[in-house]
């Protein structure tokens, strides 16, 4: 299963002209109204997505152009002809085309099967990709006469492509971020380089242990441009640091958002672990990741480690780690070992940064630093810019060294370095700004941006020279218009200065706490669309540094209600322009909760506090939590037990719980949602709010519905007509709609039709256009009509206007639902092109707020692996995607994966393997509060062919 979802690099030009060829085939094939050569065309799409799956690419390329000018003369033939109008004489001479183009399906089919399933299709000669090509270039000559076509095929080629251009434009690319330069100078690892190069090609997962400074990184750096690596994986090469987070910023999610972030993957509404692992399975993929080891001594450590051990277990990833302690235990990792650099080579390091000889007094002190990379280069520093002899290196050096003896535990070389660097002449002359400035560098390891250093840093004199010498001392560095320390540095600057309680209340941190919550208050209150709130566009690079100083400040004793209102509107900024996870989440977390007390003012004073700083964060935390792929529910939780605890009618409470039910429909528990939906609907009777009532009665109806219940069905038509009675017509659409959904469910075609059309009457009565989900259903239920051809053209008209306005979540869920019907018309190999194509546009969907998850598709890849007999591939599809509801907590997902995995068990003859998926499939089923009837869901995405019967026979004691 390693390349189920590899249909080549995107970079490829091979792979990129065969999906030309075959998305111009699939563009005529909906074009024309003629069965005949549509059937044709179907047939030739299914042979050139085979080629997609070849190990020989190149060698179909030529076949692939001319399968193309096979669909643009069938497109000049047919395009004003009708069925009647067409020759006996075309009609004989596709017949026979057809026939021929079977034999070549069958024939690369001979060699898929004659091939490990799990790797690239490849059998096909150059020499018989040859003779296709020809035999079809043959049938094109005779289309042409027969339909009696004059212009050249060039002139059609061009009229044609403005029509392909319309149905199917071209798609963007994923861009991920451009990994890290190569080091201008490395000595002594070229040895090393060369094996860790042999060992990432060979032993998969690895890595590279050292202490702080010993070249891990810079081993790495080459390693990943090596040119053996770069012709293996291509662009899928990663290199992941974290060395620009405060270890109170890394939770699992921040994790996570760092890695697709890297990668080029969007913020998207389905688990950020899913979305990683199908975007892993497309091919073989290098994730590097740098400075592993504070990871995983963190709370979240556990979680990443486990997390590691997912990605470890797919098998087109190899991850390489740097790290200073021992490998991972959750998985097999192979460390390699970076020791000191040879005599020579430090002597390199040491005459290249000192510009001088090497003496055998400097040959002493690179012993004595234990021929330490880092720590020798900044002693070349050292002597150089103080224009230090020698001797007098040596004695500053052991000056230091005995200086800090018993002060420091654990003593090593570097820290030494260090302390006698900021103590040299030439640190001194800058006087004490540099000492400053490394403190606040130290603090806030994302760094401050240069071009605002002298607005944060005020009281640091001669700035942009403290800045300069640093950097000319390799104690900091620049990156992308910030300045940083090394890790090594920064370290131990934070264990030797950055100590004890006061240090955030130093004046120096107090002017960048100053400039930033100015800035959050300056920006917070403006609305969105106004100057204001697009200037706010700042915390898109700045927003790691204020993260970090509103942890700092909330966390403190004594925690100001400012400090809250300020964090509310960093949220509110993450929010409008930099949707992501944020550790602020747990912080909320830890802070106490507002006690009632007894006297009625007090209580008003705890409410009003209440309302205006710790639920408003919250609640935006919410929100944010629909950007970025987080569950929602445990912060759902905290609101309404907030909210309970308050007890205070200014808070609608019923509102609390029906956003918390929500949270759980999204989760796939729908006992708790129902339960709540219950709750809600009760205190809206008590309100006496009729609107609100059938509101909630709305949803649970819908709710109802999913878990099986056709009592549902009664409750959304009484919640409807009473929205339209009160003439609340947004809402109503969306009961029509919802209606239309819950008859697809239960195989009622022509129901769900009438209430999608009911839909477009309450749209047209607004105003508005119509809403993309009746758009969706009404190809859904003409599929379930059996039409899919009718269900084909609503799609493709979706899926022309969703590129248009760039909308690629809606894209995927197009492919996806042609996928379903691909499947439905025994086109397998078509259905499994569209699901790649819907995994790919997936990962370029900032925002996903639909139902669409990895889950579903790879619930749709195993049913058409399923279809097509494939039994290995269909299991292993169906337990990616029980791997990914069970990271979702996608109980209803789950249970229909399982069922499915029972059905195969009964087709391949293991009753009793069949009997403990579908026990299994119970088990979930009272978890998630479902009807086992639910299992026999009509929506055609999800319906399974009545032959896998293993289920109905269990159920009646009969399997």
Same mark, same amino acid.
């Given at each position: ?54 190990? =020989? ?17 069938? #497109? ?15 009609? =004989? !001479? ?29 059998? *096909? ?63 002594? @690892? ?33 390693? *990943? ?84 051990? @997912? ?72 002597? @150089? ?76 004199? =001669? ?35 950055? *100590? ?20 959050? !208050? ?53 929010? #409008? ?8 989440? !747990? ?45 929602? *529910? ?125 839909? @477009? ?189 293993? #289920? ?8």
């Amino acid at each position: 299963m390693t390349t189920y979802f590899y249909d080549g690099d995107d970079d490829d030009p091979n792979s990129t002209s065969l999906r030309d060829a075959l998305e111009t085939v699939s563009v005529v094939t909906e074009m024309l109204s003629v069965e005949a050569p549509k059937g044709l065309l179907s047939k030739i799409a299914d042979v050139l997505a085979l080629t997609l799956m070849t190990t =020989n690419e190149a060698d179909y390329v030529e076949f692939g152009t001319t399968c193309s000018h096979v669909g643009i003369t069938l #497109w000049s033939a047919y395009e004003h002809t009708s069925t009647t109008e067409a020759s006996p004489d075309l009609a =004989n !001479v596709l017949e026979e085309f057809s026939s021929y183009v079977d034999t070549v399906y069958d024939e690369i089919s001979t060699a898929n099967a004659n091939t490990d399933s799990d790797t690239s299709i490849a059998g *096909v000669s150059l020499e018989v990709i040859t003779s296709y090509k020809k035999e079809f270039e043959s049938f094109i000559e005779k289309i042409r006469r027969e339909a009696k076509i004059k212009s050249n095929l060039k002139i059609s080629a061009t009229s044609f492509a403005q029509e392909r251009k319309r149905r199917s434009p071209k798609l963007p690319v994923l861009q991920g971020q451009p990994l890290p330069s190569i080091p201008e100078h490395i000595y002594g @690892r070229d040895t090393l380089v060369e094996k860790t190069v042999e060992s990432v090609l060979t032993m998969r997962h690895l890595g590279l242990s050292g202490p702080s400074g010993i070249g891990k990184t810079s081993v790495a750096r080459m390693m *990943v441009h090596h040119e053996a690596i770069a012709d293996h994986f291509g662009a899928r090469r990663h290199f992941i640091p974290f060395d620009d987070l405060h270890s109170s910023q890394i939770i699992l999610p921040t994790f996570l958002h760092r890695v697709t972030e890297v990668i080029g993957l969007k913020t998207t509404q389905t688990n950020r672990l899913n979305l990683l692992c199908a975007y892993l399975r497309l091919g073989p993929t290098l994730l590097v990741f740098d400075g592993v080891d504070r990871l995983l001594q963190l709370p979240a450590g556990r979680q990443i480690t486990l997390t590691f051990a @997912r990605l470890a277990y797919i098998p087109t990833v190899t991850i390489f780690l740097t790290t200073r302690h021992a490998a991972l235990t959750e998985s097999p990792f192979h460390m390699i070992p970076v020791g000191p650099l040879s005599s020579e080579s430090a002597r390199q390091i040491f005459s290249e940064t000192s510009k001088m000889d090497v003496s055998p007094v400097v040959g002493r002190l690179l012993a004595a630093v234990e021929f330490h990379p880092s720590t020798i280069a900044l002693l070349g520093h050292a002597a @150089r810019l103080n224009k230090w002899s020698p001797e007098q290196l040596l004695s500053a050096f052991i000056q230091h060294r005995d200086a800090l003896m018993g002060v420091i535990y654990d003593l090593i070389p570097l820290d030494i370095a260090i302390e006698m660097l900021l103590a040299s002449p030439f640190m001194k002359e800058r006087g004490d700004g540099l000492v400053k400035l490394c403190r606040v560098l130290a603090a806030f390891p994302c760094g401050i941006k240069i071009a605002k250093s002298n607005k944060l840093l005020p009281s640091v004199l =001669n700035l942009d020279a403290v800045i300069d010498a640093l950097c000319q001392q390799s104690l900091a560095y620049t990156h992308e218009g910030f300045i940083r320390l090394p890790r090594s540095i920064g370290d131990y600057i934070s264990r030797q200065y950055n *100590v004890g309680p006061d240090f955030y209340a130093d004046p120096v941190i107090a002017d960048i706490r100053t400039h930033y919550y100015d800035l959050l !208050v300056k920006h917070g209150r403006a609305g969105p669309g106004s100057p204001a709130h697009r200037r706010g566009e700042w915390i898109i690079t700045e927003d790691l540094i204020v993260e970090l100083l509103l942890t700092i400040d909330l966390l403190a004793p004594g925690t100001s209600d400012h400090c809250k209102k300020f964090a509310h509107y960093f949220i509110l900024h993450l929010l #409008w322009h930099h949707p992501r996870p944020t550790s602020l989440r !747990v912080v909320f977390t830890l802070l106490p909760d507002p006690s009632p007390g007894e006297r009625r003012d007090v209580a008003k004073h705890i409410f009003e506090r209440f309302l205006a700083h710790k639920f408003p964060c919250i609640q935006a935390m919410i929100e944010l939590s629909y950007l970025t792929g987080e569950d929602g *529910v445990e912060l759902s939780l905290e609101i309404y037990r907030l909210t309970a605890l308050i007890n205070h009618p200014g808070l609608a409470f019923k509102t609390v719980t029906m956003q918390l039910a929500r949270a759980y429909i999204t989760a796939g528990n729908y006992t708790a949602a129902e339960d709540l939906l219950a709750e809600a609907t009760e205190m809206a009777h008590h309100s006496s709010d009729e609107v609100d009532v059938a509101w909630f009665n709305l949803r649970l109806g819908y709710l109802m519905v999913l878990t099986g219940d056709r009592e549902g069905l009664g409750l959304m038509s009484s919640a409807q007509t009473t929205l339209e009675k009160w003439d609340d017509l947004r809402r109503a659409c969306a009961a029509a709609t919802l209606q239309g959904d819950s008859m697809l469910y239960v195989g009622d075609a022509a129901a769900a039709r009438w209430h999608y059309e009911d839909e @477009r009457r309450l749209s047209r009565a607004m105003g508005q256009h119509r809403r993309l989900s009746c758009l969706l259903g009404l190809g859904d239920a003409m599929a379930l009509d059996g039409r899919p051809e009718d269900a084909n053209g609503i799609f493709e008209d979706i899926y022309a206007q969703a590129v248009k306005e760039q909308d690629w979540e809606r894209c995927a869920r197009v492919r996806a639902m042609q996928a379903s019907i691909s499947t439905s018309m025994g086109r397998f190999t078509i259905a499994k092109q569209q699901i790649r194509q819907a995994v790919k546009l997936l990962y370029l969907a900032r925002e996903t707020l639909s139902q669409l998850s990895f889950e579903w598709l790879h619930y749709i890849a195993g049913k058409n692996e399923m279809y097509a007999k494939r039994y290995g591939a269909a299991k292993e599809l169906f337990m990616m995607s029980q791997d990914d509801c069970q990271a979702t907590g996608n109980l209803s997902t789950e249970a229909l994966a399982t069922r499915a995995l029972g059905e195969i068990a009964c087709l391949e003859g293991d009753i009793e393997v069949a009997k403990i998926h579908f026990t299994e499939v119970r088990s979930v089923c009272v978890k998630a509060g479902i009807s086992e009837e639910r299992l026999n869901i009509c929506h055609p995405t999800y319906l399974l062919k009545d032959d896998f019967d293993g #289920w109905v026979r269990f159920k009646n004691d009969h399997l």
